[in-house]
């Protein structure tokens, strides 16, 4: 049975989102709904609700969640009811062109949830399933690709972190600059994603990672990541 939910809602581009009780459908085939236990605020969530990306309202957004899995449709089997998930935008069918090729994040398939989304406002109107995900809710509906099982001894806060920032950091260097073991990284930048491209490069096995940033802080938060050198961007030259 649809269930009605409390989710945050963007119904104009640079205003506040509104909390409103929405009607959340089923998942269908090849889908699965999840309890949301925690989501990140990502930038590209700030982009799209102040209208840096135009498309169409009003949706839900948030696309960086964890939380436990309640109910799968068929044809899911590598998760099941009480398993602890991290949810990402990144939606692939695993046999196109681009999934073939490990591009997964290119994937040409269109999928039922790109026809429809899961949900609908009090009066019945369609919401937008933002970022493929609409995780600013208590509970959210997506297609199986969209989950990795995850260890439930990681804080939910923690979890949620890895389906955008540190995927999206430590990606940046492995498969975008693909950075050879032994290169030189300087990261400038130590939010959420630059710190992430910290520890991708200490991941890939650089000699030398140096974080730039404005705050003495982060340069402390870039040195536990795995970075050898740090410059203060604030300090007159």
Known sequence: MPQTIRAAVCRAFGEPMRIEDVTLADPGPDEVLVAVKACAICHSDITYADGGWGGDLPLVLGHEAAGLVEA?????SHVRPGDTVVVTLIRACG??????????????????LDRRSPLTDAS???LGHGLRTGAFAEKLVVEKSQLARVDP???????S???????TGVGAVTNTAKMPRGAHAVVIGCGGVGLN????????????I????MSEAK???ARAFGATDGVLATEAK
């Open 72 to 76: 799968v449709g068929d044809n899911v």
């Open 95 to 112: 046999a196109c062109h681009y999934c073939s090729a490990g591009r997964d994040y290119l994937c040409e398939t269109v999928f039922d």
């Open 124 to 126: 019945g109107a369609p």
């Open 153 to 159: 001894a990681i804080p939910f806060e923690s979890a």
């Open 161 to 167: 972190l890895l389906a955008c920032g540190a995927i």
């Open 197 to 208: 491209a910290v520890q991708g490069a200490r991941i890939a096995g650089a000699r030398r």
């Open 210 to 213: 140096v974080a730039v940033d």
């Open 219 to 221: 340069l402390e938060d």
